[in-house]
């Protein structure tokens, strides 16, 4: 497996590895490095990963430069491999928000992570990245996003997770039904009744585009796609009550 480096966005680039054998057509999983005085990593990736991922992450900035490594959620191919970029980057901390540390990295993370609460703004030098509290969605209670306010660019996490080669790496193709469909396939959303409404509070944000973590990214009316995606979750709850 190869990982392949994408600029989406001013200072924001895309590190995807296409796994074949992952769905039919296969499965992309993205990190994303964040320029800036202070750089941070979203997403980890497994530690199967981590030779390839940091390889490609090594082309666009040290490694040993990072600061920040976040992720949405405490899970394999999020966070996996925290403690390996923890240890390529002796300066570098964790950050999160404060259900994840509470709950589960200030035992997992190999330095003391910092916590941050809803709305908190971390200014990196250049950049400024909002974290969202978005508990249960898609799924964990510990769930969060970040928002980064100076290219309107929201990293949505598992959110519009479709399969295929993620290519693309941006486009404005809309990726609604393609997430739709695969949420049909894996039914990996946690169905719960504030998911509507959580996926709203997001599109209020209006952000330009979407970094998605598996498959293509999005540049164009993001507050549509959102409101679209909370509209195919209101008709999942009704169905399953």
């Known amino acids: 497996m190869q990982t392949r480096v994408d600029r989406i966005a001013d200072g924001i680039h895309r590190l995807s590895t296409f796994v074949p054998d992952i769905s039919p057509v296969g499965f992309t999983f993205n990190q994303y490095l964040i320029a800036g005085r202070e750089p941070m990593l979203f997403h980890c990736g497994g530690r199967g990963l981590f030779a390839s991922v940091s390889k490609a992450a090594a082309s ?3 490694i040993e430069s990072l600061r920040w490594i ?8 999020e966070s996996g491999s925290m403690n390996d970029w923890l240890a390529a980057a002796p300066n570098a901390q964790v950050v999160h928000g404060q259900t994840g540390c509470m709950v589960s990295l200030n035992d997992l993370a190999a330095r003391p992570p910092r916590p941050l609460n809803d709305g908190e703004v971390l200014d990196l030098g250049g950049k400024r990245v909002r974290w969202i509290d978005t508990p249960h969605v898609p799924h964990g209670w510990e769930s969060g996003l970040i928002y980064e306010e100076t290219t309107g660019t929201l990293f949505t996490g598992d959110l519009f ?3 295929g080669k993620g290519e693309p790496a941006i486009g404005s193709a809309s990726i609604v039904q393609p997430s739709a469909d695969t949420e049909e396939m894996f039914h990996a959303s946690s169905l719960a009744p504030s998911m509507p409404a959580t996926i709203r509070r997001l599109a209020t944000l209006k ?3 979407l970094a998605v973590m598996h498959g293509s990214c999005f540049e164009g009316d993001c507050a549509a796609e959102l409101e679209g995606l909370a509209a195919y979750y209101d008709r999942k709850i009704r169905e399953a009550a």
């Open 70 to 77: 976040s992720f949405g959620h405490v899970e394999s191919d």
């Open 60 to 62: 666009v900035l040290p």
């Open 207 to 209: 952000p330009k585009r």
């Open 161 to 163: 997770t479709h399969v």
